[in-house]
């Protein structure tokens, strides 16, 4: 889907999907110096992530296991509502292993902020992040981020996996929702 097939629903394209596999192009540069000799475990948050999980992994010159967990802090809405609940746990055992969670957004941190800490707490010999986009402004608690793509201003964005109620995940760019949309 481009954004032409939704017209009127964006009020602006921040991101076009050559840019968006540019920046993932980089950042697999710079995740395979640094997982050099070491076959990280990429851990892919569903829904949102399936789009960045897929082209990053695509895009590594190095071997990496991947695994998928669901978990959410929004229900049907547009803000976090800061309770997180696991929706699908990790199949992968994390004792030893070098975890890269894989995000498609970070806005308020207080879910990415719990899923590392729970992730540590599973034995893990490190636990890094990797997200396409940050809203820097929405920020409520400080998650350190070794890899970022994008920051982006703190509007409601679909596309490139993002949603809103299930819509707009296969929008190939990234673009804020109009607000008439969700209101």
């Not at 992994?57 to 929004?74: C, F």
């Not at 994390?94 to 034995?123: P, Q």
């Not at 201003?153 to 109620?165: K, M, R």
Request: hydrophobic share 45%.
């Amino acid at each position: 889907m481009d954004n032409h097939d939704i017209d009127g629903d964006l009020t602006e394209m921040l991101l076009t999907e050559d840019e968006i596999h540019a920046k993932l192009a980089e950042l697999a540069r710079r995740i395979e110096v640094d997982y050099d000799g070491r076959k990280p475990l990429l851990v892919g948050v569903l829904k949102g992530a399936v789009m960045v999980m897929a082209d990053l992994a695509r895009e590594l010159k190095i071997h990496a296991d991947m695994d998928w967990m669901a978990v959410s802090s929004y229900g049907a809405g547009t803000k976090s509502s800061g309770v997180v609940r696991i929706l699908k746990d990790l199949d992968s055992d994390l004792t030893g292993r070098d975890v890269l969670i894989v995000e498609d957004i970070i806005d308020s941190g207080l879910t990415l902020s719990w899923l590392r800490e729970n992730l540590e707490s599973r034995g893990a010999a490190s636990v890094e992040i990797c997200a396409l986009l940050r809203k820097p402004e929405a920020a409520k608690v400080d998650v350190d981020v070794k890899y970022v793509g994008f920051e982006i201003p703190n509007q409601f964005v679909v596309g490139y996996g993002l949603d809103f109620s299930e819509k707009y995940r296969n929008l190939r760019g990234v673009g804020i929702l109009a607000p008439h949309v969700y209101s």
